[in-house]
């Protein structure tokens, strides 16, 4: 004898009340998963330059910020080597930017010895040292404890920077700017208006800088004068 639709209608109720149960449970018994910090950013963090400690009496100078570096260029791909012959992906094509070509057009810009992709170890040391080394030169900017040569000399390292990527970056758009991707013109176009911007900026950050020092001066004259 076969099943009744009410003994069907009750076996249907009593599926859909389990099911509805177990969906329940798994709703109570799920937990948000904890937000655990990335340990990169406490490396990153431990990584950058601290501002250099003002000598007594201190006076406000120019605003504390990161030394500026050059400002990003993209880095033009390497000709690849053939594939290795266990490998099934074909080599990618050589990247439309000759760099050879354009040393030998503009042997003496810094992009060379700052921004290009080198495995030299001796240059990326000397690299790391230079960025060292102007670090220190602006905390001493920012803390007004720099001669008025420093402060000149300071900003004029970052004008001829800037100058000779801004140069760099122009040059390989206009030499190349159609083969790159959209995505490569379009950091090369950031660099040139990062490094326009900064070239605007340094008159007044040299000028706000030798301000500061005279200001700083003067308080620790009239701090020596007050001391017995």
Do not use: C
Request: net charge neutral; hydrophobic share 35%; proline share 11%.
């Amino acid at each position: 004898m076969g099943a009744t639709p009410r003994m069907k209608l009750s076996r249907w109720l009593a599926a859909s009340l389990l099911v509805l149960g177990l969906a329940l449970a798994l709703v109570l018994s799920w937990r948000a998963p904890e937000v655990t910090p990335d340990p990169t950013d406490a490396v990153r963090q431990a990584q950058a330059p601290r501002p250099a400690r003002s000598a007594p009496p201190s006076s406000s100078g120019p605003a504390a910020t990161p030394t500026p570096g050059p400002a990003p260029l993209p880095e033009p791909a390497r000709t690849s080597s053939p594939a290795e012959p266990s490998s099934v992906e074909p080599a990618p094509a050589a990247h439309p930017v000759d760099l050879v070509r354009l040393r030998e057009v503009m042997p003496d810009n810094l992009y060379w010895r700052l921004g290009a992709p080198t495995r030299d170890e001796a240059l990326l040391r000397w690299r790391e040292e230079e960025t060292r080394r102007w670090n220190t030169e602006w905390g001493k900017v920012q803390s007004n404890t720099a001669t008025e040569p420093e402060i000149h000399a300071y900003f004029e390292h970052r004008r001829a920077v800037s100058e000779d990527f801004l140069q760099f970056a122009r040059r390989v758009l206009e030499d190349y700017g159609p083969q790159l991707s959209e995505q490569e013109r379009g950091l090369y176009e950031l660099s040139i208006r990062m490094h326009t911007t900064r070239l605007e900026e340094i008159p007044r950050q040299t000028e706000e800088a030798l301000a500061g020092k005279q200001r700083q001066d003067g308080l620790r004259e009239a701090w020596r004068d007050r001391t017995p």
